[in-house]
Protein backbone atom coordinates (compact mmCIF):
# COMPACT_ATOMS: atom_id res chain seq x y z
CA UNK A 1 0.00 0.00 0.00
CA UNK A 2 1.41 3.40 -0.93
CA UNK A 3 2.01 5.33 2.00
CA UNK A 4 2.42 9.52 2.38
CA UNK A 5 3.49 11.96 4.88
CA UNK A 6 3.09 15.89 4.98
CA UNK A 7 4.54 18.46 6.78
CA UNK A 8 3.20 21.58 6.89
CA UNK A 9 4.70 25.10 7.91
CA UNK A 10 3.14 28.64 8.45
CA UNK A 11 -0.73 29.99 9.20
CA UNK A 12 -4.01 28.14 9.64
CA UNK A 13 -4.61 28.21 5.93
CA UNK A 14 -1.88 26.57 4.81
CA UNK A 15 -2.97 24.12 7.81
CA UNK A 16 -5.91 23.58 6.34
CA UNK A 17 -4.68 23.00 2.90
CA UNK A 18 -2.61 20.21 4.41
CA UNK A 19 -5.47 18.70 5.49
CA UNK A 20 -7.68 18.86 2.25
CA UNK A 21 -4.00 17.46 0.41
CA UNK A 22 -4.44 14.30 3.22
CA UNK A 23 -8.22 14.02 2.37
CA UNK A 24 -7.57 13.93 -1.40
CA UNK A 25 -4.52 11.58 -1.28
CA UNK A 26 -7.27 9.16 1.15
CA UNK A 27 -9.68 9.26 -0.95
CA UNK A 28 -6.99 7.91 -3.83
CA UNK A 29 -6.41 5.11 -1.19
CA UNK A 30 -3.34 6.17 -0.09
CA UNK A 31 -2.15 5.60 4.15
CA UNK A 32 -0.39 7.81 6.15
CA UNK A 33 2.74 7.00 7.20
CA UNK A 34 2.64 6.03 10.98
CA UNK A 35 6.03 6.32 12.97
CA UNK A 36 8.78 3.82 11.74
CA UNK A 37 7.45 3.82 8.21
CA UNK A 38 8.56 5.04 5.01
CA UNK A 39 6.79 6.87 3.05
CA UNK A 40 6.43 6.72 -1.01
CA UNK A 41 5.05 10.29 -1.21
CA UNK A 42 6.36 13.06 1.16
CA UNK A 43 4.69 16.24 0.86
CA UNK A 44 6.21 19.22 2.60
CA UNK A 45 3.71 22.50 2.63
CA UNK A 46 5.99 25.73 2.81
CA UNK A 47 6.11 28.86 4.62
CA UNK A 48 8.02 32.91 3.33
CA UNK A 49 5.64 34.88 5.38
CA UNK A 50 9.38 35.53 7.22
CA UNK A 51 12.89 35.25 6.56
CA UNK A 52 12.97 32.84 9.41
CA UNK A 53 10.18 30.61 7.45
CA UNK A 54 12.08 30.29 4.67
CA UNK A 55 14.63 28.79 6.63
CA UNK A 56 12.54 26.58 8.26
CA UNK A 57 10.97 25.80 5.29
CA UNK A 58 14.10 24.87 3.14
CA UNK A 59 15.03 22.86 6.76
CA UNK A 60 12.09 20.40 6.43
CA UNK A 61 12.62 19.67 2.46
CA UNK A 62 16.60 19.02 3.13
CA UNK A 63 14.87 17.12 6.19
CA UNK A 64 12.46 14.78 4.65
CA UNK A 65 14.77 14.39 1.46
CA UNK A 66 17.45 12.86 3.27
CA UNK A 67 14.98 10.69 5.70
CA UNK A 68 13.57 9.38 2.38
CA UNK A 69 15.77 8.94 -0.53
CA UNK A 70 13.45 6.85 -2.67
CA UNK A 71 10.17 8.68 -2.34
CA UNK A 72 8.72 11.17 -4.48
CA UNK A 73 8.75 14.28 -3.08
CA UNK A 74 5.80 17.76 -3.69
CA UNK A 75 6.96 20.84 -2.63
CA UNK A 76 4.12 23.31 -2.21
CA UNK A 77 3.37 26.37 -0.75
CA UNK A 78 3.93 29.93 -0.77
CA UNK A 79 7.81 29.40 -0.60
CA UNK A 80 7.57 27.13 -3.64
CA UNK A 81 5.96 30.07 -5.27
CA UNK A 82 8.60 33.19 -4.07
CA UNK A 83 11.46 31.15 -4.36
CA UNK A 84 11.37 28.41 -7.13
CA UNK A 85 14.55 28.67 -8.66
CA UNK A 86 16.47 28.64 -4.92
CA UNK A 87 14.19 25.53 -4.13
CA UNK A 88 15.53 23.77 -7.66
CA UNK A 89 19.21 24.28 -6.76
CA UNK A 90 18.92 23.19 -3.63
CA UNK A 91 17.71 20.40 -4.62
CA UNK A 92 19.92 19.98 -7.46
CA UNK A 93 23.03 20.17 -5.15
CA UNK A 94 21.04 17.14 -3.02
CA UNK A 95 21.56 15.40 -6.28
CA UNK A 96 17.95 14.81 -5.95
CA UNK A 97 16.85 13.23 -9.67
CA UNK A 98 14.34 15.97 -11.26
CA UNK A 99 11.62 13.21 -11.94
CA UNK A 100 11.55 12.78 -8.57
CA UNK A 101 10.65 16.40 -7.32
CA UNK A 102 7.85 18.51 -7.86
CA UNK A 103 7.63 22.26 -7.22
CA UNK A 104 3.92 23.01 -6.82
CA UNK A 105 3.14 26.15 -5.43
CA UNK A 106 -0.48 28.59 -5.52
CA UNK A 107 0.47 29.57 -9.27
CA UNK A 108 0.50 25.81 -10.46
CA UNK A 109 -2.49 23.26 -10.54
CA UNK A 110 -1.71 21.28 -7.71
CA UNK A 111 -4.55 19.02 -8.06
CA UNK A 112 -3.54 18.15 -11.47
CA UNK A 113 0.00 17.56 -10.32
CA UNK A 114 -0.91 15.49 -7.15
CA UNK A 115 -2.75 13.33 -9.87
CA UNK A 116 -0.10 12.94 -11.95
CA UNK A 117 2.46 11.28 -9.10
CA UNK A 118 -0.05 9.14 -7.84
CA UNK A 119 -0.38 7.90 -11.86
CA UNK A 120 3.43 7.86 -11.81
CA UNK A 121 3.62 6.15 -8.35
CA UNK A 122 1.39 3.51 -9.62
CA UNK A 123 3.52 2.90 -13.03
CA UNK A 124 1.34 4.17 -15.52
CA UNK A 125 2.08 7.64 -15.70
CA UNK A 126 4.62 10.03 -17.90
CA UNK A 127 7.43 11.66 -15.99
CA UNK A 128 8.11 13.95 -19.02
CA UNK A 129 4.80 15.85 -18.71
CA UNK A 130 5.47 16.20 -14.40
CA UNK A 131 8.51 17.27 -15.12
CA UNK A 132 7.76 20.53 -17.54
CA UNK A 133 4.36 21.18 -14.76
CA UNK A 134 6.58 21.40 -11.63
CA UNK A 135 10.48 21.95 -10.92
CA UNK A 136 11.51 23.70 -14.39
CA UNK A 137 9.13 26.78 -13.72
CA UNK A 138 11.03 29.68 -13.17
CA UNK A 139 11.51 31.75 -9.97
CA UNK A 140 8.91 34.10 -8.28
CA UNK A 141 11.65 35.85 -6.83
CA UNK A 142 13.23 39.51 -8.09
CA UNK A 143 12.46 40.23 -11.93
CA UNK A 144 9.98 37.55 -12.30
CA UNK A 145 7.64 37.85 -9.02
CA UNK A 146 5.54 40.58 -10.34
CA UNK A 147 5.31 38.98 -13.96
CA UNK A 148 4.11 35.80 -12.60
CA UNK A 149 1.52 37.28 -10.18
CA UNK A 150 -0.13 38.90 -13.28
CA UNK A 151 -0.28 35.34 -14.55
CA UNK A 152 -1.60 33.97 -12.20
CA UNK A 153 -4.33 36.65 -11.90
CA UNK A 154 -4.94 36.82 -15.29
CA UNK A 155 -5.22 32.45 -15.58
CA UNK A 156 -7.35 33.04 -11.73
CA UNK A 157 -5.25 30.36 -10.16
CA UNK A 158 -5.36 28.74 -7.00
CA UNK A 159 -3.12 25.46 -6.48
CA UNK A 160 -5.33 24.50 -3.56
CA UNK A 161 -8.29 25.49 -4.80
CA UNK A 162 -9.59 22.60 -6.62
CA UNK A 163 -7.64 19.90 -4.25
CA UNK A 164 -11.35 19.53 -2.86
CA UNK A 165 -12.77 19.26 0.71
CA UNK A 166 -12.28 17.62 4.19
CA UNK A 167 -14.57 15.60 6.91
CA UNK A 168 -12.09 15.36 9.99
CA UNK A 169 -8.99 17.69 11.06
CA UNK A 170 -6.74 14.78 11.35
CA UNK A 171 -4.14 15.54 14.70
CA UNK A 172 -6.18 17.94 15.48
CA UNK A 173 -9.37 19.08 18.59
CA UNK A 174 -9.87 22.03 16.90
CA UNK A 175 -10.61 22.03 12.89
CA UNK A 176 -9.53 24.93 10.83
CA UNK A 177 -11.97 25.60 8.17
CA UNK A 178 -10.62 27.96 5.08
CA UNK A 179 -13.54 29.89 3.93
CA UNK A 180 -11.37 32.74 1.80
CA UNK A 181 -8.33 32.96 0.18
CA UNK A 182 -5.63 35.23 -1.35
CA UNK A 183 -4.53 39.10 -1.18
CA UNK A 184 -4.25 42.07 -3.12
CA UNK A 185 -4.14 44.45 -0.22
CA UNK A 186 -0.20 45.33 -0.77
CA UNK A 187 0.90 46.00 3.02
CA UNK A 188 4.36 47.09 2.30
CA UNK A 189 6.39 44.66 3.95
CA UNK A 190 4.07 41.56 3.14
CA UNK A 191 5.12 39.26 0.04
CA UNK A 192 1.68 36.97 0.18
CA UNK A 193 0.29 39.24 -2.67
CA UNK A 194 2.62 37.98 -4.79
CA UNK A 195 2.35 34.20 -3.84
CA UNK A 196 -1.65 34.43 -2.78
CA UNK A 197 -2.49 36.86 -5.56
CA UNK A 198 -6.15 35.77 -6.28
CA UNK A 199 -8.89 36.80 -4.21
CA UNK A 200 -11.86 34.00 -4.17
CA UNK A 201 -13.97 33.10 -1.35
CA UNK A 202 -16.49 29.61 -0.60
CA UNK A 203 -20.01 29.89 -0.50
CA UNK A 204 -21.74 29.88 2.74
CA UNK A 205 -23.64 26.37 1.58
CA UNK A 206 -20.11 24.93 1.39
CA UNK A 207 -18.54 26.39 4.22
CA UNK A 208 -21.80 25.05 6.19
CA UNK A 209 -21.65 21.66 4.75
CA UNK A 210 -18.30 20.99 5.47
CA UNK A 211 -18.71 22.31 9.23
CA UNK A 212 -21.43 19.82 9.82
CA UNK A 213 -19.42 17.25 8.60
CA UNK A 214 -16.09 17.98 10.85
CA UNK A 215 -19.06 18.38 13.70
CA UNK A 216 -20.31 14.85 12.56
CA UNK A 217 -16.23 13.25 13.03
CA UNK A 218 -16.54 14.64 16.74
CA UNK A 219 -14.28 17.82 16.14
CA UNK A 220 -15.95 20.58 18.94
CA UNK A 221 -14.74 23.30 18.02
CA UNK A 222 -14.21 25.16 14.38
CA UNK A 223 -11.78 28.05 13.42
CA UNK A 224 -12.69 30.06 10.46
CA UNK A 225 -9.76 30.96 8.83
CA UNK A 226 -8.84 33.07 5.47
CA UNK A 227 -6.14 35.12 4.30
CA UNK A 228 -7.85 38.10 4.46
CA UNK A 229 -11.25 37.03 5.91
CA UNK A 230 -13.33 40.23 5.96
CA UNK A 231 -12.85 40.03 1.98
CA UNK A 232 -14.95 36.88 2.32
CA UNK A 233 -17.20 37.32 -0.73
CA UNK A 234 -15.54 40.16 -2.34
CA UNK A 235 -13.27 40.42 -5.23
CA UNK A 236 -10.67 42.11 -3.71
CA UNK A 237 -9.14 42.87 0.06
CA UNK A 238 -8.61 46.49 -0.30
CA UNK A 239 -11.31 48.22 1.36
CA UNK A 240 -11.41 51.09 -1.15
CA UNK A 241 -12.53 49.13 -3.73
CA UNK A 242 -15.34 47.52 -2.42
CA UNK A 243 -18.89 47.94 -3.01
CA UNK A 244 -21.66 49.05 -1.38
CA UNK A 245 -22.93 45.81 -0.76
CA UNK A 246 -22.98 43.80 3.27
CA UNK A 247 -20.49 41.56 4.14
CA UNK A 248 -21.26 37.87 4.03
CA UNK A 249 -19.37 37.24 7.03
CA UNK A 250 -21.83 37.47 9.56
CA UNK A 251 -24.09 35.34 7.55
CA UNK A 252 -21.87 32.74 7.61
CA UNK A 253 -20.58 33.13 11.25
CA UNK A 254 -23.95 32.89 12.19
CA UNK A 255 -24.42 29.82 10.05
CA UNK A 256 -22.04 27.56 11.51
CA UNK A 257 -23.05 29.05 15.19
CA UNK A 258 -26.47 27.21 14.70
CA UNK A 259 -24.65 23.40 13.98
CA UNK A 260 -26.02 20.98 16.22
CA UNK A 261 -23.02 19.65 18.60
CA UNK A 262 -20.73 22.77 17.87
CA UNK A 263 -19.30 24.09 21.30
CA UNK A 264 -17.43 26.68 18.97
CA UNK A 265 -16.53 28.53 16.22
CA UNK A 266 -13.81 30.88 16.38
CA UNK A 267 -12.92 33.65 13.68
CA UNK A 268 -8.77 33.49 12.88
CA UNK A 269 -7.92 36.92 12.17
CA UNK A 270 -9.56 39.94 11.77
CA UNK A 271 -8.57 43.77 10.00
CA UNK A 272 -10.16 46.01 12.39
CA UNK A 273 -12.28 47.69 9.60
CA UNK A 274 -13.85 44.72 9.36
CA UNK A 275 -15.36 43.83 12.56
CA UNK A 276 -18.60 45.25 11.96
CA UNK A 277 -21.69 46.34 14.07
CA UNK A 278 -23.66 43.24 12.37
CA UNK A 279 -21.14 41.04 13.24
CA UNK A 280 -20.76 41.97 16.98
CA UNK A 281 -24.70 41.33 17.24
CA UNK A 282 -24.02 37.93 16.03
CA UNK A 283 -21.37 37.40 18.84
CA UNK A 284 -23.85 39.26 21.34
CA UNK A 285 -26.68 37.02 20.64
CA UNK A 286 -24.78 33.47 20.13
CA UNK A 287 -22.78 31.97 22.80
CA UNK A 288 -21.36 29.22 20.31
CA UNK A 289 -19.13 32.24 18.66
CA UNK A 290 -15.71 32.36 20.98
CA UNK A 291 -15.43 35.62 22.40
CA UNK A 292 -11.73 36.01 21.32
CA UNK A 293 -10.67 38.30 18.72
CA UNK A 294 -7.43 38.61 16.94
CA UNK A 295 -7.00 41.90 15.20
CA UNK A 296 -3.69 42.72 13.88
CA UNK A 297 -2.19 46.14 15.33
CA UNK A 298 1.43 45.84 13.36
CA UNK A 299 2.38 48.99 14.87
CA UNK A 300 1.07 51.69 17.89
CA UNK A 301 2.58 54.61 15.36
CA UNK A 302 0.69 56.46 13.11
CA UNK A 303 3.49 57.06 10.91
CA UNK A 304 5.02 53.81 10.96
CA UNK A 305 1.41 52.30 9.92
CA UNK A 306 1.17 54.81 6.90
CA UNK A 307 4.75 53.56 5.62
CA UNK A 308 3.55 49.79 6.26
CA UNK A 309 -0.28 50.21 4.28
CA UNK A 310 -1.78 49.48 6.72
CA UNK A 311 -5.81 50.44 5.86
CA UNK A 312 -6.36 51.28 9.46
CA UNK A 313 -5.59 54.51 11.55
CA UNK A 314 -4.44 54.00 15.37
CA UNK A 315 -7.49 55.81 16.44
CA UNK A 316 -9.45 53.18 14.45
CA UNK A 317 -7.74 50.66 15.85
CA UNK A 318 -8.80 52.05 19.37
CA UNK A 319 -12.34 52.92 18.59
CA UNK A 320 -12.55 49.07 17.04
CA UNK A 321 -11.21 47.75 20.75
CA UNK A 322 -14.15 50.42 22.45
CA UNK A 323 -16.65 48.35 20.59
CA UNK A 324 -15.79 45.03 21.36
CA UNK A 325 -15.31 46.17 25.18
CA UNK A 326 -19.00 47.84 25.25
CA UNK A 327 -20.67 44.43 23.01
CA UNK A 328 -19.24 41.90 25.59
CA UNK A 329 -18.26 41.18 29.11
CA UNK A 330 -14.66 39.71 29.00
CA UNK A 331 -13.69 39.30 25.51
CA UNK A 332 -10.16 38.37 24.53
CA UNK A 333 -8.31 40.66 22.37
CA UNK A 334 -5.22 39.02 21.11
CA UNK A 335 -2.74 41.16 18.10
CA UNK A 336 0.24 40.52 16.09
CA UNK A 337 2.99 43.55 16.08
CA UNK A 338 6.08 44.02 14.42
CA UNK A 339 9.48 45.80 16.07
CA UNK A 340 12.23 47.10 14.22
CA UNK A 341 10.00 48.58 10.89
CA UNK A 342 12.11 50.84 8.94
CA UNK A 343 12.30 54.20 10.25
CA UNK A 344 10.48 53.13 13.29
CA UNK A 345 12.04 55.40 16.41
CA UNK A 346 11.54 55.26 20.13
CA UNK A 347 8.82 57.62 20.19
CA UNK A 348 7.00 55.35 17.65
CA UNK A 349 7.96 52.11 19.67
CA UNK A 350 6.36 54.53 22.48
CA UNK A 351 3.13 55.21 20.81
CA UNK A 352 3.03 51.42 20.11
CA UNK A 353 3.41 50.23 23.71
CA UNK A 354 0.70 52.90 24.69
CA UNK A 355 -1.71 51.67 22.27
CA UNK A 356 -0.97 48.22 23.58
CA UNK A 357 -1.95 49.05 26.86
CA UNK A 358 -5.02 50.67 25.69
CA UNK A 359 -6.11 47.75 24.09
CA UNK A 360 -5.22 45.35 27.38
CA UNK A 361 -3.78 42.67 25.00
CA UNK A 362 -4.17 39.08 26.46
CA UNK A 363 -1.49 37.93 24.21
CA UNK A 364 0.74 39.30 21.78
CA UNK A 365 2.68 37.81 19.16
CA UNK A 366 5.65 39.71 18.30
CA UNK A 367 7.61 39.58 15.49
CA UNK A 368 10.93 41.60 14.20
CA UNK A 369 10.71 43.25 11.21
CA UNK A 370 12.13 40.77 8.49
CA UNK A 371 12.84 42.34 5.05
CA UNK A 372 11.66 39.95 2.26
CA UNK A 373 13.33 40.38 -1.50
CA UNK A 374 10.10 41.72 -3.86
CA UNK A 375 8.36 44.02 -1.20
CA UNK A 376 8.57 47.49 -0.86
CA UNK A 377 9.79 47.52 2.54
CA UNK A 378 13.05 45.81 0.95
CA UNK A 379 13.37 48.63 -0.57
CA UNK A 380 13.60 50.51 3.22
CA UNK A 381 15.80 47.92 5.12
CA UNK A 382 18.67 49.90 5.70
CA UNK A 383 16.64 52.30 7.69
CA UNK A 384 15.56 49.28 10.46
CA UNK A 385 16.96 50.08 13.53
CA UNK A 386 20.13 48.12 15.14
CA UNK A 387 19.29 44.23 16.29
CA UNK A 388 20.24 45.27 20.03
CA UNK A 389 17.76 48.03 19.94
CA UNK A 390 15.12 45.63 17.98
CA UNK A 391 15.87 42.94 20.80
CA UNK A 392 15.42 45.63 23.66
CA UNK A 393 12.09 47.20 22.38
CA UNK A 394 11.00 43.57 22.15
CA UNK A 395 11.65 42.70 25.56
CA UNK A 396 9.93 45.78 26.86
CA UNK A 397 6.60 44.76 24.94
CA UNK A 398 6.89 40.96 26.33
CA UNK A 399 6.94 42.37 29.75
CA UNK A 400 3.77 44.57 29.25
CA UNK A 401 2.15 41.42 27.65
CA UNK A 402 3.27 39.73 30.65
CA UNK A 403 1.24 41.94 32.94
CA UNK A 404 -1.80 42.40 30.73
CA UNK A 405 -2.64 38.47 30.64
CA UNK A 406 -1.69 37.89 34.08
CA UNK A 407 -4.48 40.74 34.94
CA UNK A 408 -6.69 39.28 32.10
CA UNK A 409 -6.52 35.45 33.36
CA UNK A 410 -6.96 36.26 37.12
CA UNK A 411 -10.62 37.91 36.12
CA UNK A 412 -11.47 33.95 35.84
CA UNK A 413 -10.47 32.84 39.29
CA UNK A 414 -13.17 31.62 40.98
CA UNK A 415 -15.24 31.04 38.13
CA UNK A 416 -16.50 27.73 36.31
CA UNK A 417 -15.16 27.48 32.82
CA UNK A 418 -15.90 25.49 30.04
CA UNK A 419 -13.02 24.18 28.27
CA UNK A 420 -11.77 21.89 25.10
CA UNK A 421 -9.28 19.23 26.28
CA UNK A 422 -6.35 19.15 24.13
CA UNK A 423 -4.48 15.74 23.34
CA UNK A 424 -1.03 17.57 24.91
CA UNK A 425 -0.36 16.55 28.01
CA UNK A 426 2.60 19.46 29.55
CA UNK A 427 3.42 16.93 32.65
CA UNK A 428 2.59 13.12 33.82
CA UNK A 429 -1.04 13.20 34.88
CA UNK A 430 -1.51 16.40 34.04
CA UNK A 431 -4.43 17.48 31.03
CA UNK A 432 -4.52 20.59 28.93
CA UNK A 433 -7.33 22.57 27.82
CA UNK A 434 -9.00 26.23 25.67
CA UNK A 435 -11.48 27.97 26.50
CA UNK A 436 -13.28 29.90 24.24
CA UNK A 437 -11.67 32.98 25.47
CA UNK A 438 -8.18 31.66 24.18
CA UNK A 439 -6.86 30.78 27.58
CA UNK A 440 -4.99 27.45 28.31
CA UNK A 441 -5.86 25.84 31.19
CA UNK A 442 -4.04 23.15 33.30
CA UNK A 443 -5.91 20.69 35.35
CA UNK A 444 -5.57 17.01 36.83
CA UNK A 445 -8.14 14.46 35.71
CA UNK A 446 -8.63 10.98 36.64
CA UNK A 447 -6.25 8.73 36.02
CA UNK A 448 -8.63 6.43 34.14
CA UNK A 449 -10.78 9.46 32.29
CA UNK A 450 -10.79 9.74 28.37
CA UNK A 451 -10.91 13.27 27.93
CA UNK A 452 -9.55 14.27 24.79
CA UNK A 453 -11.67 15.91 22.40
CA UNK A 454 -14.56 16.68 25.19
CA UNK A 455 -15.55 19.69 26.25
CA UNK A 456 -15.40 19.74 30.52
CA UNK A 457 -16.29 22.39 33.09
CA UNK A 458 -13.30 23.68 35.57
CA UNK A 459 -13.38 25.74 38.42
CA UNK A 460 -10.44 28.09 38.19
CA UNK A 461 -8.21 28.29 41.02
CA UNK A 462 -5.03 30.17 39.97
CA UNK A 463 -2.94 32.15 37.42
CA UNK A 464 0.61 30.86 36.08
CA UNK A 465 2.50 32.35 33.50
CA UNK A 466 1.13 30.47 30.66
CA UNK A 467 -2.53 30.52 31.47
CA UNK A 468 -4.83 29.08 34.13
CA UNK A 469 -5.23 26.18 36.51
CA UNK A 470 -8.36 24.64 37.68
CA UNK A 471 -10.31 21.74 38.87
CA UNK A 472 -12.30 19.38 37.07
CA UNK A 473 -16.15 19.56 37.81
CA UNK A 474 -18.56 16.23 38.10
Known amino acids: MTRFSITTLGCKVNQYDSAAVDARLRRAGLLRAEAGDMPDLVIVNTCCVTAAAMRKSRQAIRKQLRANTDATVIVTGCYSDYDTEAIAQMLESLGVPKHRVHVAGHHRNLAKIIDQTLADLRGNGQQVRRTTESTNSPSCTRATIRARRNIAVKRKA ?18 FVKVQDGCDAFCSYCIVPYTRP ?58 VASIKGLWRVRLSSLE ?45 FRRTVDRVRGALDDAAITTDVIIGFPGETDEDFAETMETARYAGFSKIHTFPFSAIEGTTAWELRNEAPPKTVVKDRIAQLGELESQMADEFRRRFIGRTMEALVESTRPAPGVRQAMTDRYITVRFTPPRSARLTGKVVPLEIDQVWPGGLSGLLQQ
Open 272 to 316: PGDLSDELLGVYRDNEKAAPHFHLPLQSGSQRVLSRMRRQYSVQE
Open 158 to 175: GGMRQIGGINAFPDHQRA
Open 198 to 255: VVWSRTIDQVRDECLALVDSGHKEIVLAGVFLGALGRKTARHGNWDNSKSILPELLGE
